[in-house]
């Protein structure tokens, strides 16, 4: 009895390691975003309208934080112009100001952006310049989230004063640059 209960110690014991070791491929450390480094990327005069922070490994896929500013935009017609991301998600989330969001709708027009461009490399990947029509209109202000999958075209339609805006973006292909980070906070 002595020596089945031994044997079945060892084998409790042998279990419960592997389970608290991580699995292969498996991450192990989270990755922190600061407030210095958010607002060290966000007021750079230089960047332009996108603005990626960070790149993580996430393991089986990546996800990428970035930090995107529009200033006023006069009221278009029925047409947005806007980007479609074919495999990136976004996640808006608004930190200030607001405007007129279309999500979806009819392309009218399509622009391929170019494959070595810092767009596609490292901001959201493949993806195109388009027009659109009939899409999902709607007003977004200071405190809304917003998820547009990949493959949905989206654009401003209109933006009163200014709308600065984080998006987390979840990479399921990994085709951003894993443990790419800002020169700006290297």
């Known amino acids: 009895m002595r020596r089945v209960l031994s044997g ?10 592997a389970a608290a070791a991580p ?4 991450v ?11 607002m060290a990327v966000r007021n750079a005069p230089e960047g332009g309208v996108d603005r990626q ?20 935009l006069e009221p278009a017609g029925d047409a947005a112009v806007g980007i479609v991301h074919t495999l990136v998600t976004e996640v808006y989330y608004i930190v200030s100001g607001g405007g007129t969001l279309m999500t979806g ?15 596609v490399q490292v ?47 979840p990479d399921p292909d990994k085709v951003l640059p894993a443990g790419w980070v800002n020169p700006l906070i290297q």
């Open 105 to 119: 709708g009819t392309i009218t027009e399509r622009r391929d952006i170019p494959a070595d461009s810092h767009i």
């Open 23 to 26: 699995a292969a491929g498996q």
């Open 28 to 38: 192990t450390t989270a990755t922190d975003v600061t407030v210095a480094e958010y």
């Open 123 to 169: 901001l959201v990947g493949e993806s195109y310049r388009a027009s659109a029509e009939g899409g999902r209109v709607r007003d977004v202000s200071e405190g809304d989230i917003v998820v547009i999958p990949g493959g949905v075209f989206h654009g401003w339609t209109a933006i009163p004063d200014h709308v600065t805006y984080l998006s987390i973006r």
């Open 53 to 72: 922070v960070k790149v993580v490994d996430i393991g089986k896929s990546n996800v990428a934080v970035g930090i995107l500013h529009r200033d006023a």
């Open 8 to 17: 079945c110690s060892i084998g409790f014991a042998a279990v419960a390691l």
